[in-house]
């Protein structure tokens, strides 16, 4: 541990830890969670924070992930700060819970970490459990460094509680949640300062009582359903705000899209999760034999940033998307979403690769394949280019 | 109350979420049960168990609410001597308790007595029923006559009882040992039958002191609860004390004033309560003792418990062995055994040979106690006599060797048959289903260990005829009642409240009503009930 100059401490934790320090921090009043690999240690810590009275909330035990979603949407709905981790199967179980979260505007923050989906087993990283919620009417974020993690949790939990809408922070299982690296921890002061408490607009209240979500006709649903759909799109600037404020306080910023390198290349990479960070290395060593590669890494998946992805593709070249992921049917799916942004604003190439599924690993090597296969490839049919399949 | 705008024609009007700010009572949810629950107390074991049918979940339901007195009174409505239980009976209830399946049986006796304890001045709850004119003869004041004599007397009968001795009590006082039960503690539960209206007549044997025949005269109806005799050819018929005794003879010995000389080494023959009770007598007149029960060890009819406390005082127990032969030898017993070959679970008969060879011993005493075998006491006249209409038996008498606490139901039976009506309270137990485990919510209960019973401490090795076992405190008979699960009885815990996921069970004097406008018969108060109080039913069944 080193202290710093701004007052925060250094200390060498894994990712999920990261997750669990910024948790406590943020003075979270209610957990409940139920284990799963590789997502345990994450609550298995903050039910040690909550044993030893270090962190004064309640941890609830639960028996499913589907019933700790619907334990916070109590919690929440009574005005607690409330917080869960899961993975994979256990995010898949969590799906009806999901939507209730949102559509009752409960500003929940969960740790997702990405975990292949059975069948068949698998218990590595990709981020099909993840998208495959993406209609939910969660906020999204996806982490690349553990500093990032940490750092998002608290952005998490400013953006959820001014928009109500729950957020969903995402990293890579085992490359990012079991690997340690220093973070920078801030003054318990700092964090109070930049995240005040929960005062919900809308809580239970047994003084007044009424009862929430029920049956709404066809003459009143389709308008909350629009007001879910504000709430997003008011995200957007709420996002930014919280990551500028986060700034001005602690002196990191992240965006909601980071362009890495020219503004101008030929090839335009992009990435999301910790595969960014491989990347940047290889853009380096590319770039310095001459060639013109930027990276863009994608953050916040949704609410979509449209307009960023539109400018940071305008002057491109090309488009190689790298999904870890894929839309069975279609194709990665980063790659369908920045074709629709740019589609009828931009006119511009968009490859899609998948790689790294279940797990394997994508190397600097996986990525230089990818540029190259890019560089020579002109075709813009649509459909993806697996990388790395044994044939 | 101000009206709430219920209709929008702008989204800019309505709220963040819907929300019904009106009233939810019009959708009446009940139209969509085809379950009912409804709430039915179920018979709990220890209840079952008990003789005298004592609602023993409700007296410890009291006890945890610290409410000792009702507690007590709700025990004399079916037992009128519970001091006397509290400290002597063998508690049958104990043996089925729920509670054993996890962990320890819950301390009834320990219970009981500490709340007789505690009002052993206070008078029944209740007075005798107006006189009816009528009166019984009760001869014997044992515990079956006891208990007969109280239930006529709470009728409206006069009881008058006959005692031979110069105080009653029967074999609570001539035979049980004063180290179980202090006679202090018998003398002030006579003392409250007296007040009631019970009235003793002492020194009057029947057949000696006052002829049968003038007991039919003068009374419209008789009890006879003259208990139990020692029986049995002795082994020497003619040897006398110091020598040789009968169980029940050197028991009445011990209690009264002389006590009896024995030598340094005592036998004692018998597999039961009296044995045992001879035996530990024996220990505290200051002799080795050993009890020959003369068949195995599950055949053993003593209490587990009195086994227990006789083997703590270092009393030998010899089963699974024959006497060959017994002699006298040098003023001293001499018997000759051989050990038996056990019956294995499952066979029917002995083996052919049941001796075990070479398994022969031999054990020599100063005093051999012959406890083996007991009888009704009933003989000669008096057998002619219980055949006349209004003459009844009860308690030993009638039944051979029982317990206290099946003695003082034989009594009340008896009493109930003279009456010729059904006893106030009458025994419901026939009409309740049973207290199923199945029923039972597991989740409630963790584990917690029976009180330990406070011990008067003695000097190393030393015995004496004060009572070993002293009552447990207020404190720990409430921790010690905290652990009863109230099988099948309502404890008002509110758990079916708690869990009503439509808020519709509401607690009312005596329970809780379940308000069938709105019950969907989910049946969660059901499975969530801790003690198996509530059935679902289907509707129109």
Redesign the interface.
């Known amino acids: 541990m080193s202290k710093n100059k701004d007052g925060s401490e250094t200390i060498v934790i894994t990712g999920n830890h990261a997750v669990s320090y910024a948790v406590k921090m943020a003075r979270t009043q209610v957990v409940a969670a139920y284990p799963i690999t590789p997502q345990t240690q994450v609550v298995e810590l903050l039910s040690k924070f909550c044993e030893d009275g270090i962190m004064d909330a309640r941890f609830i035990k639960v028996e499913s992930e589907h019933t700790s979603m619907a334990s916070l949407i109590g919690a929440s709905s009574a005005g607690a700060r409330t917080f869960t981790a899961t993975s994979s199967q256990g995010l898949a179980l969590m799906h009806e819970m999901l939507h209730w979260a949102a559509?009752?505007?409960n500003p929940i923050v969960m740790a997702n970490i990405n975990r292949a989906l059975g069948a068949p087993w698998s218990i590595w990283t990709d981020q099909n459990d993840s998208l495959s919620q993406r209609d939910t009417g969660w906020i999204q974020y996806y982490c690349e460094s553990n500093q990032e993690v940490f750092d998002t949790v608290l952005q998490a939990y400013r953006v959820a509680e001014k928009v109500?809408v729950p957020v969903m922070l995402v990293m890579d299982a085992f490359v990012l949640s079991h690997t340690a690296e220093p973070v920078a921890i801030p003054a318990q002061e700092k964090i109070d300062g930049y995240l005040p408490p929960f005062k919900p607009?809308?809580k239970l209240d047994t003084n007044a009582p009424?009862?929430?979500?029920?049956l709404?006709t066809p003459d009143?649903y389709m308008?909350?359903r629009?007001?879910l759909q504000d709430a997003q799109d008011k995200a957007k600037t709420v996002i930014t705000q919280a990551d500028d404020e986060f700034a001005s306080v602690f002196g990191r910023k992240y965006g909601q899209v980071e362009l890495y390198g020219s503004e101008n290349p030929d090839i335009l990479l992009v990435t999301s999760g910790t595969v960014t960070g491989t990347a940047r290395e290889v853009i380096d060593e590319q770039n310095a034999a001459g060639k013109n590669i930027a990276l863009l890494k994608i953050r916040v998946f949704r609410p979509f940033p449209s307009s960023q992805v539109r400018e940071a593709c305008a002057r491109a070249g090309k488009i190689a998307v790298l999904d870890r992921n894929i839309g069975f049917g279609v194709g990665g799916i980063f790659a369908q979403e920045i074709r629709a942004a740019l589609y009828g604003h931009v006119d511009v190439q968009v490859q899609s690769y998948i790689a790294g599924l279940g797990g394997r690993d994508i190397t600097p090597s996986t990525i230089r394949e990818i540029l190259s296969q890019a560089e020579t490839r002109d075709e813009n049919n649509g459909e993806s280019i697996w990388v790395g399949v044994k044939e | 109350m101000e009206k709430k705008k219920i209709s929008y024609s702008n989204i800019s009007e309505m709220p963040e979420v819907a929300v019904a700010e009106g009233s939810m009572m019009v959708n009446k949810t009940g139209s969509w049960r085809y379950l009912r629950p409804v709430y039915r107390e179920k018979l709990a074991p220890c209840r079952k168990g008990c003789p005298l049918g004592t609602d023993i979940p409700r007296v410890i339901a009291l006890i945890t609410q610290e409410k000792f007195q009702e507690a007590w009174e709700l025990i004399v409505e079916t037992n009128p001597i519970p001091a006397v239980t509290g400290h002597a009976c063998y508690h049958s209830c104990e043996n089925s308790c729920t509670r054993i399946a996890l962990d320890d049986r819950v301390g009834v006796q320990a219970l009981e007595r500490f709340l007789a304890d505690r009002q052993l001045e206070t008078p029944f709850p209740y007075a005798p029923a107006p006189a009816t004119g009528r009166k019984a003869a009760v001869i014997g004041s044992g515990p079956a006559g006891l208990a007969a004599a109280w239930a006529l007397v709470r009728h409206g009968y006069k009881a008058d009882v006959f005692e031979k001795g110069p105080e009653a009590g029967g074999m609570l006082r001539s035979t049980i040992p004063s180290y179980k039960l202090s006679r202090d503690i018998l003398d002030k539960e006579l003392e409250r039958l007296k007040k009631f209206g019970v009235d003793f007549i002492l020194n009057t044997e029947i057949g000696t002191d006052k002829q049968l025949a003038d007991l039919g005269d003068e009374y419209d109806a008789v009890i006879v609860s003259t208990g139990i005799t020692s029986s049995g050819e002795s082994l020497f018929p003619d040897e006398t004390a110091p020598l040789v005794y009968k169980g029940l003879e050197f028991l009445h010995l011990v209690n009264s004033s002389s006590s009896p000389e024995i030598g340094p080494e005592v036998i004692v023959i018998g597999k039961g309560n009296t044995a045992v009770d001879s035996a530990r007598c024996a220990r505290r007149l200051g002799s080795s003792a050993k009890i020959l029960t003369l068949c195995g060890r599950p055949a053993v009819s003593a209490s587990n418990q009195e086994i227990k406390s006789a083997e703590a005082e270092e009393i030998e127990l010899l089963c699974q062995a024959e006497i060959v032969s017994s002699r006298i030898e040098n003023g001293k017993v001499v018997l000759e055994l051989i050990g038996l070959k056990s019956i294995e679970e499952g066979e029917e008969s002995p083996p052919d040979d049941p001796y075990i060879p070479g398994s022969e011993f031999t054990v020599t005493a100063d005093t051999l106690i012959e406890a083996h075998e007991e009888s009704t006491s009933i003989s000669g006249d008096f057998e002619s006599f219980l055949k006349q209409d209004n003459v009844f038996s009860a308690g030993d008498a009638a039944t051979g060797t029982s317990s206290i606490s099946h003695a003082m139901k034989s009594g009340i039976a008896a009493a109930a048959t003279v009456i010729t009506s059904s006893l106030e309270p009458s025994d419901k137990r026939d009409e309740m289903p049973l207290f199923n485990l199945m029923g039972m919510n597991r989740d409630c209960f963790g584990k917690a260990s029976q009180v330990e019973l406070p011990v008067r401490s003695l000097p190393d090795g030393m015995l004496d005829f004060s009572e070993l076992i002293e009552t447990i405190s207020a404190q720990d008979a409430v921790y010690e009642s905290g652990r009863c699960i109230s099988c099948g009885v309502c404890n008002f815990c509110d758990t079916c409240m708690t869990f009503c996921p439509d808020f519709c069970i509401r607690r009312i004097p005596d329970g809780y009503e379940v308000d069938l406008d709105y019950c969907k018969g989910c049946g969660i108060c059901v499975q969530e009930c801790p003690r198996d109080v509530i059935d679902l039913i289907q509707e129109g069944s």
């Open positions: 559509g009752a505007r109500l607009s809308i009424a009862a929430y979500h029920g709404a009143f308008e909350f629009k007001k």
